[in-house]
C-alpha cells in the first residue's frame, strides 16, 4: 500500500485538497443512501398500505410523524435528484460536505465521486461500520485488526477497486446498549486512527452514561479524542452537562439535527429529534461562553427523504439560508458562526500525523 | 334585536349547542380565510416569481422560510379541501373548530355552514375586526359603537344576510405600534363582549409591552379577562413574567403553532419564534407547575395553505396524533390533557350572562 502524507490535509472522493480549500462546510450528511435495513414493518393494515407508498406531498404528513415506517422514505438511489439537492447548497454559498453512509448505508463511493465532479463541491466520504443491526453477516469472524486494515486501506488505496478514498472514519455505530462487535468495531477504528490520523466520527449509543463509556471505549483504545466528534448530541436527548462532559474528554460535539424538530419520533424508548433550532443555538452559546467555540460542529444528516427540498423539506441549504440569519439575531458574532462553519470543520477534516 | 339566552351554551354555526358537547376542541384555527393582510411584495426579480408560484412539493422549503411571502399560499379558499382537512381531525376523535377568521381575514359563512354540515363538527365562527393592515376603509369613520353594534349583530342576528352567527368575538389584530383603529376594535369588542357575554380573543401586538398595554385597554373598558385569550404568546416569545402577568389578569393563554412547519424568520422587525411542539410542551409544563391549567389554551392556527396535509403539512389531527401521545410521554396526567383538550375550551367558548 502506498502511502502519502496527509498530513494538514482534506481527502475528498476527488483527492487530496488544502483544508483552506474547504470552505462552508457541513460535518455530518448522507447526500445517497439506503437504510431501508431499518424500517419496521407496521401491524395495522392502514399503517402497511401507508409503508410501501412513495413519498408524495399527501402522505408527508404521517411520514414525518414516523419517519421509518415508510420504505420510500428511506432511500435516496437516485444520483440527479442528490446532484439537485446539492445545488441549494452550493448556490447558498456550501463548499463542503462529510457524506457518512458508510458500510450499512449502502456506501456509494463512484456516486459520490460523479456528484462531486456534476456539483463542483468538495465531498468526503466515511469509512467504518454502522450499529450492529447493519454489520454484515461475517462481522463475529472479523478480528479488531481485519477490520482495521480495512478502514486503512480504504483511506489508502480506496473502497475496494473504486480508487475512491475515505476522508474519515465514520459514522461508527453504537447501539443502547453497545454490542461486542460495535465494541470491536471502536477499538479498530482507533487502531486505524493511529495508523492513518484520520479524524473519526461517532454514532454514539442513545444514553447519557453509555454514550460517555464509548468515549472511554475509544480513549483505552489509544483514539486521539482531540480527533473525535461525536454526534447527534442534539436529537438524543442529552442533558447539557453530557454535552459538557463529552467536551471535557476532549472530544468535539456535533449538532447535526439542525432542521429536524419538524418530526420528533420515539427511538429505543427516548424522544428523538426533541430540540429546537432556537433551543440548539441558546444551548451552543451555553457553551461558547463556556470556552468552547472551537470544538463544535453543525450539520443537517438529513437520511430521510422528508428531509430534502424535493419532498418538502427544508433542504441541505437551511443552515445557511435560515439558521445563520437566525444566529446573528440571537447574538452570534460573524466570528463565531465562521469558527462553527468554517474553521472547526477543517481543523477537523485536516489529517494528523500518523502516529504508527 | 332579538335577544336569546345564550349563556352556558356555545354557539356554533348551525346553531346553539350545550357546551358539554364540545368534546376534543380547537381553540383557534382557520378553514377558509386569507391571510393577504401579511403579504409583502418582494423587489427582487427572482423573489417576485416565487411570490407568484402555486405552492407545490418543490417550493415548500422556500415558502417555510418565507411566510407570508407566497400569495397561493395566504389562501384557505377551496371548501372541498376544508372538508377533507377537517375530516381528518373528526375521524382522530375531535369534535370542535373555532375557526376565528374575522373580518380582513375573508371570513366565509356560508362555507363554513357548508363545513360544518358535511362534517358533523361543531365549527364556532368569529367577528370583529382583525389587524389594521386588513382593516376595511369604512372603519375610518365609524364610532366604537357602530362597530360594537356590528359585533353585536354578527352574534345575536347573523353576518350580513346569510343567517349565519358568530359565537366569538375575534380574532381581533393588533399590531406593533399599536394603531389608532386597533385601539377602537378593541374597545368596541368590549361592548360588544358585555352586551352579549360571548368570549374575546385577541391577536395581540408583536411586542411584551404592547401586549401588557392591550390587556390594560381591555380591562379598562370593563372587559371579562376571565373570558378573553391573548393569542400567539409561544411564537411570539413573550417573556415568562409577561405571560404570568397576562395570566394574572385572568386571561387564557393561547399557545398556537403546534405542527408548524415554518422556520424562524424576520417578521415587522423582530424574530418570529417558531420552535418545536416540545418547546411548547415543556412551557405549559411549567405554567402548570405554577397553578396555571385553568389559563392554557392549545391549537394549530392553520391558516396557510403549507399548514394543510394536502400540501405537506401537518393538518388539523396533528395535536390529538402526534402532540397528546407525547404530552403523556412528558408526564402530563390524563386530567391535565382533558383540561386543555377538552374543559378550558369549553369553559372559554361558552357564553357568559351580560353584563351590559
Known sequence: MQRTDLTGKAQTVLGVIDGECLGITSSHEHIIWDMSAYFEEPESTSEKELARQPVSMENLHLIRARPHINIDNMVQTDEQTAINELMHFKYAGGGTLVELSQNGLARDPLALARIARATGLNIIMGSGYYVGLSHPEDMDDKTEKDIADEIVRDITAGVSDTGVRSGIIGEIGCSLPLTDNERKVLHACAIAQRRTGAPINIHPSIDDDVMLENITILKDAGADLKRVAISHVDGFGYSLSTRLKVLESGCLVEYDGFGQAIFHFFYMGRIANAMSDIQKITDIMELIDEGYLDRILLAQDFCFKCCLATYGGYGYAHIIRNLIPFMKAKGMTEEQIHALLVDNPRRFLEFAPAED | ?356
Open chain 2, 1 to 356: 334585536m332579538k335577544q336569546t339566552d345564550l349563556a352556558g351554551k356555545v354557539q356554533t354555526v348551525l346553531g346553539e349547542v350545550d357546551a358539554d358537547s364540545l368534546g376534543i376542541t380547537l381553540f383557534h384555527e382557520h378553514l377558509l380565510a386569507s391571510m393577504s393582510a401579511w403579504y409583502e411584495e418582494p423587489a427582487e426579480a427572482g423573489e417576485k416569481g416565487m411570490a407568484r408560484q402555486p405552492v407545490s412539493t418543490e417550493n415548500l422549503w422556500w415558502i417555510r422560510a418565507h411566510r407570508p411571502g407566497n400569495l397561493d399560499n395566504c389562501q384557505l379558499a377551496d371548501e372541498q379541501t376544508a372538508i377533507k382537512e377537517a375530516m381528518q381531525f373528526k375521524v382522530n376523535g375531535g369534535s370542535t373548530i373555532a375557526e376565528v377568521s374575522s373580518i380582513g381575514l375573508a371570513r366565509d359563512p356560508l362555507g363554513l355552514k357548508h363545513i360544518a354540515l358535511a362534517t358533523g363538527l361543531n365549527i364556532i365562527m368569529g367577528s370583529g375586526y382583525y389587524i389594521g393592515a386588513s382593516h376595511p376603509p369604512e372603519l375610518n369613520t365609524m364610532t366604537e359603537d357602530e362597530i360594537a353594534d356590528g359585533i353585536i349583530r354578527n352574534i345575536m342576528v347573523g353576518a350580513g344576510d346569510t343567517g349565519v352567527k358568530a359565537g366569538i368575538i375575534g380574532e381581533i389584530g393588533c399590531s406593533r405600534p399599536l394603531q389608532e383603529g386597533e385601539r377602537k376594535v378593541l374597545r368596541a369588542s368590549v361592548k360588544a363582549q358585555r352586551q352579549t357575554g360571548a368570549p374575546l380573543m385577541i391577536h395581540p401586538a408583536f411586542d411584551d409591552n404592547i401586549t401588557l398595554e392591550i390587556v390594560d385597554i381591555l380591562g379598562e373598558a370593563g372587559a371579562d379577562l376571565g373570558h378573553t385569550v391573548i393569542c400567539h404568546v409561544n411564537v411570539y416569545a413573550f417573556k415568562p413574567e409577561t405571560l404570568r402577568k397576562i395570566a394574572d389578569a385572568g386571561c387564557y393563554l393561547g399557545y398556537e403553532g403546534f405542527g408548524n412547519l415554518g422556520y424562524p424568520h424576520m417578521l415587522q422587525g423582530r424574530l418570529l419564534e417558531h420552535r418545536c411542539d416540545l418547546d411548547y410542551l415543556d412551557a405549559i409544563a411549567g405554567l402548570i407547575a405554577d397553578g396555571y391549567l385553568d389559563h392554557i389554551l392549545i391549537a394549530h392556527d392553520i391558516c396557510f395553505k403549507d399548514f394543510l396535509t394536502v400540501y405537506g403539512g401537518n393538518g388539523y389531527a396533528h395535536i390529538i396524533r402526534n402532540v397528546m401521545p407525547v404530552m403523556r410521554v412528558r408526564e402530563f396526567s390524563e386530567e391535565q390533557i382533558q383540561a386543555i383538550m377538552v374543559e378550558n375550551p369549553k369553559r372559554y367558548l361558552q357564553f357568559m350572562r351580560p353584563i351590559g
